[in-house]
């Protein structure tokens, strides 16, 4: 798949619909073509990669207890989760209708507007599709994707463990993405320092090296020199 998958995967999709509506007018060359075409997409599929570029919605709740991480793959589902917190929290503001009653987006807008010991900060990022071979780790201005080789398996345990505790107990910002965990990478807290495993220091602080506030540690993420590889 080229940069262009999406495209290229619909052109597959097509071709193979071809091929079946008017299977003598293929030749055995382009058949086997497009047999192996079909198998290497299969392949991915299989693998759960998305052989082309989507983009995430991702939000971020600043409050006097730290932050809390939201990510979804659209603009409903993020305000749905922010419609969720709101509700929650309601009576922290000056306002007496019943949350219930007013859809998703009026419910953040409100909260957020009357609420001033908090701020939300939205952005959306791409994920890129991932390649056979990379030289580079996937980079924006914003964020780096690594592999979740660079930390230890029970490194990945207490990620999902610190991502259900409340924020003001983590050690450090995490959100758990359901492929990996999209980590804060702020310099970590003196008092929980030791908490933080030796190998995720490491990858965190390269991300900061890079420039990027955020790290998104995912299974098919790029693997750099330099950094510590585990088998999972």
């Known amino acids: 798949m080229s940069a262009n998958a999406r495209r290229d995967f619909a052109q597959l999709l097509a071709g193979a619909r071809m091929a079946l509506q008017n ?75 019943d949350p219930a009653d007013l859809d998703d987006d009026a419910v953040a807008s409100t909260y957020f507007d009357r609420h001033h010991g908090e701020c939300l900060e939205t952005d959306m990022i791409s994920i890129p599709a991932p390649e056979a071979l990379v030289t580079m780790p996937v980079r924006s201005d914003r964020y780096v994707t690594l592999s979740n080789h660079h930390i230890q398996p029970s490194t990945g345990d207490l990620l999902d463990e610190w991502a259900r505790l409340p924020p003001e107990d983590r050690p450090l910002g995490v959100a758990e993405t359901g492929y990996g965990w999209f980590v804060l990478t702020d310099p970590i807290h003196q008092d929980s320092v030791e908490e933080v495993p030796v190998e995720l220091t490491a990858v965190l602080s390269f991300a900061r090296d890079q420039g990027c506030r955020y790290l998104l540690l995912d299974r098919d993420g790029d693997e750099v020199n330099g950094l510590n590889h585990f088998d999972w």
Not at 35 to 49: F, N, P, R, S
Not at 52 to 67: N, Y
């Open 23 to 97: 299977p003598d007018r293929r030749s055995e060359e382009t058949r086997l073509r497009l047999v192996d075409q079909l198998a290497k997409a299969e392949g991915l599929i299989e693998t759960h990669m998305v052989p082309w570029e989507i983009a995430v919605h991702v939000a971020r709740i600043d409050h006097r207890h730290g932050s809390e991480f939201f990510a979804a793959l659209t603009r409903q589902a993020l305000m749905a989760q922010f419609g969720s917190y709101c509700r929650i929290w309601w009576s922290e503001i000056d306002d007496k209708r």
